[in-house]
C-alpha cells in the first residue's frame, strides 16, 4: 500500500509536536539533518536507563550493552547489505570515520601515485583524500560534472583512470544538486583501472535501498542522522580490506574487527540510537512496502527484505514529491534550479532541490522563509567544489529545499505560497 502521511509523521515526536501548533514548522532542511524517529529516541533512553555501561565487563549491565552494539552492527550490515556484521564500523560521523581511515589506506600509496576525487562531491569526500595524498606525495586528479544538468562526466573519470590510480572517493548521490551518481558503473570502471572505491552515501541513504555487495564497492560511509537517526557515522569496508589495513589505535584496544578501527569509547547511545532507525525502516517496510516483496525476495528475507521494502516505497513517494517542489520551482519566472530539472529524470535525483533566485541573497531568502515557518538551508552546504566551479560560492551559494518521505504535498504547496510572492518582490 501506499505510504500512509499521518501514519508516518506520527512517530516523529517532533512532528507530532508541530500539528499541535496553529502554525506549525515545515522541516525542509532534511539535507542538513532530519527529524529522529521515535524508535531511535526509545532506543537511546532505554540504552541509557537500563544498561549504560563501558565495554567488556564482567557484569550485567556491560554484557547487556555490548549485546546492544552486536545488534547494532548486525542492523547495520543489513540496512546496506554486507556480508558480515564485522565490516560496520562505527564512528561519530562520516567526515571523522573518513578522515580517520583514509590515513590508514594512505598508507599503501607511494610518490608518484595518484588518486581520483570529483567536484560533485560534500569536501568530507575529498578534504580527507586531498590531504593524505598531500602528505603522501601523491597526484589528486578531478573529475568535473556538468554545470548545465550537474551530473558527473564520466569521460573525465574514464581518462582519470588510464593513470591507474589508487582509489576513486565519489558520492552517491550529490548533497547540493541532488544528483544520483552511477555508482555501479563508476565502481566497475575504477576496479578494472585497478582502484579502490568509497563511496559517501550520507545523502542517498534516506532516499533509497542500498546493496553494497551488489554495487560491489569497496568502501561505503553515512551517518544516520541524515535517516531519521541520531549524530553517528557508519561505515561499511570489505572484511579483507579492513583486515589488512593499518590501524592507528592505542594499545589494548582489540585487534579484532570491527573494533581495530572504533577507536576509543564509542557514543554506546548513539549506536542504539542508530539500531533503532534500521528498527523504523523495518516497520515501514513490513507496514507499505509489500508490494515491493516480489521485487526483493528473490534475493532477500528477514529484515533484509523489510528494509528493501520500505526504501523502494519511500523512493516510489519521493518521485511524487520531488515533480511537486520541481513544478513550483520551475513556476517562479527568474528561478534557477542548478541541476537536473527534466521530470523524465527524477530516478537520477533525490529530492534535494537547491536554486538561486535574482534580487535575493540565499542567505536573507531562508531567513524569510524561516519566518513563515519554512526552514531550508543556505550556503554551499559543504559542497564547497560545487557551489565554486557553479561561480557561487562569492554571492552566497544556493538556497536548498530537501523533502524526505516524512513530507506533505500540502507542505509544498505552502512552499508556493510563501516564495511567490517573495520572488515578486512583495514579501
Not at 610518490?111 to 569536501?123: E, K
Not at 564520466?154 to 551518481?181: C, F, H, M, Q, W
Not at 533503532?276 to 528477514?302: H, P, W
Request: proline share 5%.
Amino acid at each position: 500500500m501506499p505510504l500512509v502521511l499521518s501514519s508516518i509523521r506520527s512517530q516523529f515526536p517532533s512532528l507530532r509536536q508541530q500539528a499541535e501548533l496553529p502554525e506549525p514548522v515545515i522541516f525542509f532542511d532534511n539535507p542538513g539533518g532530519t527529524q529522529i524517529a521515535q524508535q531511535s529516541l526509545e532506543r537511546i533512553s532505554a540504552y541509557l536507563t537500563q544498561h549504560n555501561a563501558n565495554h567488556g565487563g564482567a557484569f550485567l549491565s556491560s554484557q547487556q550493552s555490548d549485546a546492544v552494539l552486536e545488534e547494532a552492527h548486525a542492523a547495520m550490515a543489513d540496512f546496506y547489505n554486507a556480508a558480515r556484521p564485522e565490516e560496520i564500523i562505527f564512528g561519530n560521523n562520516m567526515t571523522t570515520l573518513t578522515l580517520h581511515l583514509s590515513r590508514s589506506i594512505a598508507r599503501t600509496w607511494q610518490a608518484g601515485d595518484s588518486i581520483v576525487v570529483t567536484r560533485l562531491d560534500h569536501d568530507a569526500n575529498i578534504a580527507p583524500w586531498a590531504l593524505a595524498a598531500q602528505d603522501r606525495g601523491v597526484q589528486v586528479q578531478w573529475v568535473d560534472f556538468d554545470v548545465e544538468d550537474g551530473t558527473l562526466k564520466l569521460d573525465d573519470l574514464a581518462r582519470a583512470l588510464e593513470s591507474k590510480p589508487r582509489l576513486v572517493a565519489v558520492g552517491y548521490a550529490s548533497n547540493a544538486l541532488g544528483t544520483i551518481n552511477p555508482v555501479a558503473k563508476i565502481t566497475k570502471m575504477a576496479h578494472e583501472a585497478g582502484a579502490l572505491v568509497y563511496i559517501d552515501a550520507v545523502q542517498y541513504a534516506a532516499h533509497g535501498p542500498i546493496d553494497v555487495q551488489q554495487l560491489g564497492c569497496d568502501f561505503l560511509v553515512s551517518s544516520s542522522y541524515k535517516f531519521f537517526g541520531p549524530h553517528a557515522g557508519i561505515l561499511y569496508g570489505r572484511y579483507d580490506l579492513l583486515d589488512e589495513l593499518f590501524a592507528y589505535k592505542v594499545r589494548p584496544a582489540p585487534n579484532e574487527l570491527p573494533g581495530r578501527f572504533e577507536t576509543g569509547t564509542q557514543n554506546h547511545e548513539g549506536i542504539a540510537g542508530v539500531l533503532g532507525a534500521v528498527e523504523y525502516f523495518e516497520q515501514l517496510g513490513q507496514t507499505f512496502g509489500n508490494e515491493y516483496a516480489e521485487k526483493y525476495a528473490d534475493r532477500f528475507s528477514g529484515r533484509r527484505l523489510h528494509l528493501k521494502q520500505a526504501l523502494a516505497a519511500i523512493r516510489a513517494y519521493e518521485f511524487e514529491i520531488s515533480r511537486a517542489v520541481l513544478g513550483v520551482l520551475q513556476d517562479i519566472p527568474g528561478l534557477h534550479v542548478h541541476g537536473l530539472i527534466d521530470p523524465q529524470r527524477l530516478e537520477d535525483r533525490v529530492p534535494t532541490f537547491s536554486f538561486t533566485l535574482p534580487g535575493w541573497h540565499p542567505r536573507s531568502l531562508a531567513e524569510k522563509l524561516a519566518e513563515h515557518k519554512i526552514y531550508v538551508w543556505d550556503g554551499n552546504y559543504y559542497a564547497l567544489a560545487v557551489t565554486e566551479r557553479l561561480g557561487l560560492e562569492e554571492s552566497g551559494g544556493m538556497l536548498r529545499v530537501g523533502p524526505v518521505h516524512y513530507n506533505t504535498l500540502d507542505e509544498v504547496r505552502r512552499l508556493q505560497e510563501v516564495l511567490v510572492p517573495l520572488a515578486k518582490g512583495e514579501g
